[in-house]
């Protein structure tokens, strides 16, 4: 059996920095002749910025989460969940499970591409389950208005990790929505706005439950 001395894992770490580097100026570029209207020009620079993302194990053929980031930014959604799709067969379940995070964020009303998301997301849960996969699987089970479900994704999320806002606010929102649990909700945001500092979204989900307990003027105030 061949090992990788130690200096040939540095080489490992050094290239993928470079190519990672190289892959986030080519992709600036790109948006830079954007912004100007040079759509052909910027297409091509988001070309190589792709080819150019680090490789798993050499193998460009290998999904790997920064790829999954890079077609969500270029709102390439459907190629982002083909791809969340073949990271299945891989060992990176950490990776998958922030992948299918960044995918439950995307501004889509697909209903296909939320439930091919979806079944991802209940397979890194169901292998490994951790908070990442948890609030991913109740963001996207949220999304298509599955509440029970996400609900209960959100509770598991914050059992691994209470102080997660993200959870934290969600929850609070589809409790306020759903006129369920009310005071519990507004314990939850309390301690997301304890933690994160007066957000948009969570003064939203304030304002949201101030509505749902017949606090009017509060919901204003608050909106």
Request: proline share 3%.
């Amino acid at each position: 059996m061949l090992f990788r001395s130690q200096d040939d894992k540095g080489d490992a770490r050094a290239r993928t920095v470079r190519r990672r580097l190289a892959a986030a100026r080519l992709e600036e570029f790109g948006n830079d002749l954007a912004r100007t209207g040079r759509k052909q020009a910027a297409d091509k620079f988001f070309a190589q910025a792709e080819a150019w993302l680090p490789e798993v194990a050499g193998n460009p053929s290998q999904p790997t989460l920064l790829h999954v980031l890079f077609l969500i930014r270029r709102d390439r959604t459907k190629d982002a969940v083909a791809e969340i799709e073949r990271m299945q067969q891989g060992k990176d379940t950490d990776a998958l499970a922030k992948a299918c995070l960044a995918i439950a964020q995307v501004n889509t009303n697909e209903r296909d591409v939320l439930e091919r998301a979806t079944r991802v997301a209940e397979h890194v849960t169901s292998v490994k389950p951790s908070a990442d996969s948890w609030i991913a699987l109740g963001a996207l089970q949220d999304r298509t208005a599955n509440y029970d479900a996400a609900e209960h994704s959100y509770r598991e999320g914050l059992a691994v990790a209470a102080a997660r806002i993200d959870a934290l606010n969600n929850l609070a929102y589809i409790l306020a929505l759903r006129k369920k649990e009310l005071p519990e909700a507004r314990k939850l945001i309390d301690q997301a706005l304890a933690s994160g500092g007066p957000r948009g979204p969570l003064e939203d989900s304030l304002a949201m439950i101030e509505l749902a307990m017949g606090n009017t003027d509060a919901a204003l105030a608050d909106a």
